[in-house]
C-alpha cells in the first residue's frame, strides 16, 4: 500500500511536530498543561523545556496573524501577507524559510540568572546567532542562510530582557535560517541540501515508518497513520541516562519511559521495526537494581526508584516473542529469561510479607493505577491482579527455561505458578469476586474499580465460572466509548478522576486480552471496537472522559497510540482470516 507522501494532518495544540530521533519539538505547550500564544521550541533534554520562542511577524514589526498547519515533514505558519514554513533535517537541526513575513527567534526565558535563562551571542567563529540554555545545557545555534537579520537584541546581555533576532527577506522575497541543537561546539553550519529536498527527506522516512508498522492499514483504520506518527515523533536518540533508541510516553511533559508503558510501544513496533522493539522492551531492564527491581522511569537525566510499576513483563515478553518477525537467539532469550527471574524473585521477596503466599503493593503506585479506589481503605495491599501477572510471568519464565534446555527450571517456574494460581483463588476469590487484602490490618475488601477484574489477563488459565464472573463485571463498566476504570455509577467516579473513571489504553488492551484467551469472543470483540472508536474521534491521549469520550490530560501519549495499532492490527488480521 503506498502511502500519501506528505502524511496526517495534525493540531500541533495536540501533537508536537518533531522527528524520528529529536530531543526537541516545536508545540505551544511549554509545560505540564499550560499552552503559549506561540509555538517554541521545546527540548526534553534534563527535563522539558521551552527555549526558544518562534513568532511571525510583519514587515512592520507586529505580530502576524498566522494559522499553523502540521504533517510529518512540514510545519507552517500561513498569514495573508506570506508564510513560514519548518522542516527537520536532522534529529538535531530544523531549517526555516520565510516568504513575506519575517520570524523573530527569541528567548523564551527573559531572565537570565547565573544558574538560569538563556544566554545570547553572536559567534564569530560561525558567524551565527547562539542562545545557551542552563535548563538543558545545551546551545541552538542560528546561522542565517538567506535574507538579513533586521533586529537583533540582547547579545551578551545579562540580567533580564529580551534576547533574540528577527530574520528578515533579502533582494529575491525570502529567507532562510538553520536552526540547530548540540553541546559545547560543532564546525560551522554546511548542507547542499534545498528547503524542498528536506521537507521531501522527511515525508519519505515517515512514510517509510508508517509502511513498516502499519502496512495492514486501510480506510477502516483511520487513525493508523496519525498513531504511527505520534510513535515515529516521539523516539530520541541514545542520550545520557537512556541507553537506546526510546520511544517516549510523549514528547509533551510526561517525557518519560515508565516500566509498564514501553511494553506496549514494543509490541506495537514488533513485526515491522523489530530492533526498536527489542529496545524499547529492554530499556528499564539497563537500569535494574541489583536486587532485581526495575526502575519507575527512564528519562534523559534521571532514574527513580522511588516506586515500581506492575510486573506485566512476562505477558509482555510472551506477545513480544510471537510478534517478531525473527525469534530472539538463544543469547537475548538467556538475557532476557536472567532480566525477568530477578525481576519475579524480588516480587516474591522484597514484597511478600513473611509467612505470606502473595505479593503486596507499597502504593497504588506500583500498580500503574496510582489513586485507583482499590487503595482506598489501605496503600499496603495484596490485589489479585497482582498475582495473576505474576503467575503469567511465572509461565513465561518455564517458557524460556524450556526452549533453553533448563529442565530444573521449567519445573520450579511451572509449580512456582501453579501454587501462586492455588493461593490467589483460596486467598482472594470471594463468591463472585475478587478481594484485596490489607497486608497490615488484615482486612479485605473489594472496590469498583476495574482493577479487581484485572485478573482475566490469565485467561485460559481461569476457571470457567471464575472467567464469566470477572466477564459479567467487565461488562458493567463498559460505557459507549470503552471500559471505565471506576463504575460510572460509583459515588467515587470522577470525569477526570485518573484512574477513577477514565478510560486508559493499557487497562483495555490487558483486559481485551484476557477476554479473548478466556473465550469470552463477543465482549472482546466489543471493548476492540469502542476504543478504537474513540481514538479515530479523539486522538491518543492519555486517557479519556469516560462517558463523552473527551481527551484529558497528555493528549500525545504513544502507549494510547500503540494500543490502537495493536487492536487495529488484530482486528483487520481477523477479518481478513
Known amino acids: 500500500m503506498t502511502a500519501a507522501r506528505s502524511g496526517p494532518a495534525f493540531s500541533v495544540h495536540d501533537i508536537p511536530f518533531s522527528t524520528h530521533g529529536s530531543w526537541f519539538d516545536i508545540s505551544p505547550v511549554v509545560a505540564e498543561k499550560t499552552y503559549a500564544e506561540d509555538l517554541h521550541l521545546v527540548s526534553h533534554q534534563n527535563g522539558m523545556h521551552a ?49 513575506g513575513l519575517d520570524l523573530e527567534v527569541s528567548a523564551a526565558a527573559e531572565a537570565l540568572t547565573p544558574f538560569s535563562g538563556t544566554y545570547f551571542f553572536h559567534d564569530p567563529a560561525a558567524d551565527a546567532h547562539v542562545f545557551t540554555s542552563y535548563e538543558t545545557g545545551r546551545r541552538y545555534r542560528v546561522t542565517v542562510l538567506s535574507g538579513t537579520v533586521a533586529r537583533r537584541a540582547g547579545g551578551q546581555a545579562l540580567g533580564t530582557g529580551e534576547r533574540g533576532l528577527v530574520t528578515t527577506a533579502g533582494a529575491n522575497g525570502t529567507w532562510e535560517v538553520a536552526l540547530e541543537e548540540f553541546d559545547a561546539s560543532r564546525p560551522p553550519y554546511a548542507s547542499s541540501a534545498t528547503f524542498g529536498e528536506i521537507v521531501a527527506s522527511a515525508r519519505s522516512s515517515f512514510a517509510d515508518f508508517l509502511e513498516a508498522v502499519a502496512p495492514w492499514r486501510s480506510s477502516a483504520t483511520p487513525a493508523a497513520e496519525l498513531a504511527a506518527y505520534v510513535l515515529w515523533s516521539a523516539t530520541v536518540r541514545p542520550a545520557g541516562l537512556v541507553t537506546r533508541h526510546a520511544v517516549l510516553m510523549s514528547k509533551h511533559w510526561m517525557d518519560k519511559v515508565w516500566s509498564w508503558d514501553h511494553c506496549f510501544n514494543a509490541l506495537a513496533l514488533a513485526p515491522g521495526c523489530p530492533e526498536l522493539a527489542s529496545d524499547q522492551f529492554a530499556l528499564p531492564f539497563d537500569h535494574q537494581e541489583p536486587g532485581g527491581a526495575l526502575p519507575d522511569s527512564v528519562t534523559h537525566s534521571e532514574v527513580l526508584y522511588n516506586f515500581v510499576k506492575p510486573p506485566i513483563h512476562g505477558w509482555a515478553y510472551g506477545h513480544l516473542r510471537r510478534r517478531l518477525p525473527t525469534p530472539p537467539g538463544r543469547a537475548e532469550l538467556a538475557q532476557t529469561y536472567d532480566r525477568l527471574e530477578r525481576w519475579t524473585d524480588f516480587w516474591l521477596t522484597a514484597r511478600r510479607a513473611p509467612g505470606s503466599e502473595l505479593a503486596h503493593y507499597q502504593h497504588g503506585n506500583d500498580s500503574g493505577w496510582d489513586n485507583a479506589t482499590t487503595f482506598d481503605p489501605e496503600r499496603v495491599v495484596v490485589t489479585a491482579d497482582l498475582t495473576a501477572f505474576l503467575i503469567l510471568q511465572m509461565r513465561e519464565l518455564a517458557a524460556l527455561a524450556a526452549q533453553l534446555g533448563r529442565a530444573d527450571e521449567t519445573l520450579r517456574w511451572t509449580r512456582a505458578a501453579d501454587a501462586a494460581h492455588s493461593a490467589l483463588l483460596d486467598q482472594l476469590w470471594s463468591h463472585d469476586r475478587f478481594v484485596s487484602r490489607g497486608v497490615d490490618s488484615g482486612d ?26 470477572l466477564a459479567d463485571r467487565i461488562k458493567a463498566h463498559l460505557t459507549p466509548h470503552g471500559l471505565a476504570t471506576e463504575l460510572t455509577t460509583s459515588p467515587r467516579y470522577l470525569a477526570d478522576g485518573y484512574w477513577r473513571g477514565p478510560i486508559w489504553a493499557p487497562a483495555t488492551v490487558l483486559i481485551e486480552d484476557g477476554l479473548r484467551r478466556a473465550g469470552h469472543l463477543r465482549l472482546a470483540d466489543d471493548i476492540s471496537a469502542r476504543f478504537r472508536a474513540l481514538c479515530e474521534t479523539h486522538g491518543f491521549a492519555e486517557n479519556f472522559d469516560a462517558l463523552t469520550g473527551a481527551g484529558l490530560r497528555d493528549r500525545a501519549y504513544t502507549w494510547t497510540a500503540s494500543s490502537y495499532l495493536l487492536l487495529a492490527e488484530a482486528h483487520t488480521r481477523r477479518g481478513s482470516d
Do not use: K, N
Open 51 to 99: 527555549v526558544l520562542r518562534l513568532m511571525p511577524l510583519l514587515g512592520t514589526g507586529d505580530r502576524a496573524e498566522t494559522r499553523v498547519e502540521a504533517t510529518p515533514g512540514l510545519l507552517s505558519w500561513i498569514g495573508e501577507g506570506g508564510r513560514v514554513d519548518l522542516a527537520f533535517e536532522s534529529p538535531d537541526t530544523v531549517r526555516l524559510r520565510g516568504t
Open 444 to 469: 479485605t475488601w473489594s472496590s469498583t474499580s476495574l482493577l479487581d477484574l484485572m485478573p482475566i489477563v490469565l485467561g485460559e488459565h481461569l476457571p470457567g465460572p471464575v472467567g464469566s464472573a
